[in-house]
């Protein structure tokens, strides 16, 4: 078969401490998936628990052992993946197959707890750097960087320590970022920053698409308060400074809170910021999802162009899983 973005060939290597096992010719299913909620990307793949020259797969590969996958579309392969091996599971009925399920590096962030310090004044670009040096981790920035108050991170994981600082910076400029893991270093970008933009179209290569609408998460007003700035005025309530609405009129109050900065004195920050939460999420939010014939090089971030049923124009892709196996993707999808 020759390898053509309709048609792409995968290969699957696995490399443990004594041998490295092409798998690529056996693979019964493979399966990538970018979870919204996830910072790690995941590959599975079954193959058949076959023997080598002493052992079965199954004792020959062991959890922590490496895996990596490639593509080819036409040329040359190009590597969509590394990973660690981080579950095993082997069926013992008539097929025998043996799963494997690998995430990238930063399942380990997910996994790993700490506690941060940063004195006020920090970029957001040296924090994240600080952090990931902490753990062993190569960071690419490429996103918004900003002045910090002081942070105090306790007893979070490493990577809900990385989102709480992206996180803010969300808040303040507006930019929503991915996280993505690119040949072992951590990459951070603004969404849809790819230079080729795919298609997805009705009656040719969008298969389904569903829409549902809701009201949860949305926040149509925003309550500014003053932070306390001793230890004896914490005993007291907050004082609340201003509010800034949204559209409660149609929607209803949902309220968010925020804490003015002390420097902030007239509240020109948060105000800001508040305007920003309720343009992100002062309207219903549109779950969105299209599955489609399969494209291996569209990834979480990516934005993406559309009309497929009532998706129409430009989206970005907040969550993906491709069944490489047969040939399908089923995309997340958020307005751009």
């Known amino acids: 078969m020759k390898a053509s973005l309709v048609q792409p060939v995968y290969t699957c290597i696995i490399k443990t401490n004594k041998a490295a096992y092409n798998v690529s010719n056996v693979i019964t299913g493979l399966t990538l998936s970018q979870n919204e909620e996830e910072m790690a990307?995941?590959?599975?793949?079954?193959?058949?628990?076959?023997?080598?020259?002493?052992?079965?797969?199954?004792?020959?590969?062991s959890v922590r052992d490496s895996l990596y996958l490639y593509c080819n579309t036409g040329g040359e392969n190009h590597e969509i993946f590394r990973g660690t091996i981080w579950d095993k599971d082997y069926s013992s009925d008539v097929t025998k197959d043996l799963t494997l399920t690998a995430y990238d590096r930063l399942i380990y962030l997910q996994n790993t707890k700490d506690n941060f310090f940063f004195s006020k004044g920090k970029s957001t670009e040296s924090i994240i750097k600080s952090i990931c040096k902490r753990w062993g981790v190569k960071v690419n920035f490429r996103y918004q960087s900003i002045k910090h108050k002081r942070m105090i991170l306790r007893e979070e994981t490493v990577a809900d320590s990385i989102l709480q600082v992206?996180?803010?910076?969300?808040?303040?400029?507006g930019k929503k970022y991915v996280i993505s893991c690119e040949k072992g270093v951590l990459v951070i970008r603004k969404r849809g920053y790819n230079s080729t933009v795919y298609s997805v179209n009705y009656k040719e290569n969008a298969l389904s698409q569903n829409t549902r609408v809701t009201?949860?998460?949305?926040?149509?007003?925003?309550?500014?308060?003053?932070?306390?700035?001793?230890?004896?005025?914490?005993?007291k309530?907050?004082?609340?400074?201003?509010?800034?609405?949204?559209?409660?009129?149609?929607?209803?109050?949902?309220?968010?809170?925020i804490i003015r900065d002390s420097e902030d004195k007239k509240s020109t920050q948060a105000k800001k910021e508040a305007k920003e939460i309720l343009k992100e999420y002062g309207k219903p939010f549109y779950d969105r999802t299209v599955e489609a014939v399969d494209n291996p090089y569209i990834k979480k971030g990516h934005k993406i162009k559309s009309n497929a049923g009532a998706l129409e124009g430009?989206?970005?892709?907040?969550?993906?899983?491709?069944?490489?196996?047969?040939?399908?993707m089923s995309l997340e999808v958020e307005t751009s």
């Open 166 to 173: 992206l996180d803010e910076v969300k808040k303040k400029t």
């Open 237 to 257: 309530p907050p004082k609340k400074v201003t509010v800034v609405k949204g559209n409660t009129k149609k929607y209803g109050t949902l309220q968010e809170i």
């Open 41 to 61: 990307q995941s590959v599975s793949v079954t193959i058949p628990n076959l023997k080598d020259s002493y052992k079965y797969l199954y004792n020959n590969i």
């Open 215 to 235: 009201m949860d998460g949305m926040i149509t007003k925003v309550a500014i308060y003053r932070e306390q700035e001793s230890e004896s005025s914490q005993e």
């Open 314 to 328: 430009y989206y970005i892709v907040k969550g993906i899983e491709h069944d490489c196996m047969n040939g399908i």
